[in-house]
Each structure stands twice: as structure tokens, then as C-alpha cells.
């Protein structure tokens, strides 16, 4: 038996099985794909991400996850109402995929055992302990005394142990990856709140060269027309100039959707939840600073409280709660920059 199971190798995952295991507990990190595996994300650490991975990890953010341009400077919102907001705060601009890998590397020096492309398909707690069914793993089923479920927006643990709860909300994205060239500043991340662009939110930014732009919406129709807008957009104020047929990829993917007051999902008996599947996540989907608080939390409030499982519950619930808070101030912002979410405010 495993005194915990980690379901799912993003930034909560690798945080919270690296923390268990170098504290001499017996972990196992499931992830479902096969590592390194594609991550659709903007890939921007903001500085508060650097300082957790420093703290956490006790090493700086690797130059072999890096892209280019390494260093981004912050970022420069464009309002409802079309004015630019600029805010300056030294990142780091990375490729989940390798920053991920990266990550669960360090888990499994610390100790963890690391499986990928083991998807968890059930979770069955019992009198003291939980069971966790695979498909893909070195076995089909094993046991633990708790789990920590990482797995993200759609994860099946968390709806098959509340059946009960909301039928989620998501916000539906869509980027490409472009060549060609554009009148700005390659050293920020951009975005965009005008309601015409898109029904969320829109952005730009670059990879390894590649114009990167994307929009999202709230229920995943139009979405392909809101992309022609916002690519018009960006032609007629920014010069955006696309090479023929140099469409290099497309992404689809989805994100939770937040709700007024930001509501946290912890857990239920010994499974808590930390990252998105809890609910964490800041706006512009800025999920991976609050993955690994999330993550770290959950890590800590289960060794602080081994035996007793709503202690665990009560303690992760108090350990986020700066956490927590932070998410709720920048939705506040949010709200405050566009009626889009003025139901944040």
C-alpha cells in the first residue's frame, strides 16, 4: 500500500508527490499520457510561479525548458473599452511539455514512483484506505491510505466521486502557431477583453518565433469566427501579417470556467483536490502558480495530519486560504477591466 497516490504529473502533481516523497512517504505520481506529453498552454512563469519553483524545487527554472523569447516582461491588457493597461514583472517564457517533464523528474529523485501513460479510470475509498483502478499502469489496481487528484479540468475521479455536484463550466480555447511578423512587443504577453474579439478573452504572444494567437469563449460556439475577428483585429491595429499556408499547429483545449466568489472543491474523505480540478486558477488562465501552492498544500496538510482524514480536509481548506484570496483579487481586477467579467467584481 501507498500512503498516497498523485493523480496526474502537471505542476500540483510533481509539487505534491516531490513533497511527500523526500519527506519519507511512499508515493506514486500516475499521469495518463506518456511523458513528455503535449501541454496546450500560454507557458508564461510570472514571477510568483519562479519564486514557488525556487522555494519547492530549491533550483531555478531550467534553460532546457526555456523558448524564446526566455524572458518576458509582464503583460499589457487591452480593456473593453480598447485602452492598454501595461504591467511590468520580470518571466520566464517555457514549454509545458518540457517544463512538466521537468518537474516529475524532480518527484522521482525525491522518491516517487513516476508512471505515465497510466490513466486513473476509478477511485473507491474504503475503511481507512482508498483504491485506485488503471488502465495502462504496471498494474490495474492499487491501494493507498489517501489521494491527491491533480488531473485537471476533466478529470473523471473527482466527477465519479461527486455525482452530486454542478455539471462543470468550461471555457473552450483555440490558437495556432503561426510564421510571420507583427508591430509589437514580442517581450509581453498580450491581452485582449474587447467582447467583439471573442466571448472570454484573446491573446498574442511568441514561441521559438512562432506567432501564437488565440481566443476563448464560454460555450465553444462561434468560436472559429471569433478567431477571424480577432485576426482581423490584429492586421488592421498591429500590422499582423501571416505567411501563406505557415500555419504550423492549432491547439483546442479546455479550462475551467470561475464563478463569482471563486468556489474551491478541497476533496471528499481521503481524496483531496489541488489545482484546476479544485478550482484554482487565475485569470487569463494563469493555472501554474496555483498548481504548486495547491499542490504543496495538499502535500502538507496530508503529512501534518496523517491519521485523520477531516483534519486533512480542514487543514488543506486553511492552508489555501492565501491562496485563495490572491485568486479572488485578481478576478476582482479582472472584473474591473472588462464587463465580460464584471460578475467577478
Known sequence: ???????????????????????????????????????????????????????????????????????????????DKGKEYRFEQQGLNIWRSAFDCWLAERAAESGAEVWDGAAAVSCAQGDGDVTVTFRGGKVDVETARYVIDCEGVVGSIKRKLLPTAAVPRYITTFQTY???????????????????????????????????????????????????????????????????????????????RVLPGCPIDYGVGRVLFAGEIAGFLNPMGEGISAGLESGFCAAQAVMGNFGDEEAILSDYHERTEDLHNYMKRQWRFAGGLAETFGDMK
Open 1 to 79: 500500500m501507498y500512503d498516497v497516490i498523485v493523480i496526474g504529473a502537471g505542476p500540483a502533481g510533481c509539487t505534491a508527490a516531490k513533497v511527500l516523497a523526500e519527506n519519507g512517504y511512499q508515493v506514486l505520481l500516475a499521469e495518463k499520457f506518456k511523458m513528455p506529453r503535449y501541454k496546450s498552454c500560454s507557458g508564461q512563469l510570472i514571477k510568483k510561479s519562479i519564486d514557488l519553483v525556487r522555494r519547492y524545487y530549491g533550483a531555478e527554472v531550467p534553460e532546457s525548458v526555456l523558448c524564446t523569447p526566455t524572458k518576458n516582461r509582464g503583460m499589457i491588457f487591452t480593456d
Open 178 to 256: 503561426n510564421r510571420g511578423r507583427i508591430d509589437l512587443d514580442y517581450r509581453y504577453f498580450h491581452a485582449y477583453l474587447q467582447p467583439e474579439l471573442s466571448g472570454y478573452d484573446a491573446w498574442f504572444n511568441v514561441k521559438d518565433e512562432m506567432l501564437v494567437l488565440g481566443v476563448s469563449v464560454r460555450d465553444g460556439k462561434g468560436i472559429e469566427d471569433y478567431y477571424q475577428r480577432f485576426i482581423d483585429y490584429m492586421k488592421k491595429h498591429h500590422h499582423l501579417k501571416i505567411d501563406p499556408h505557415r500555419q504550423l499547429r492549432t491547439d483546442r483545449w479546455l479550462m475551467p
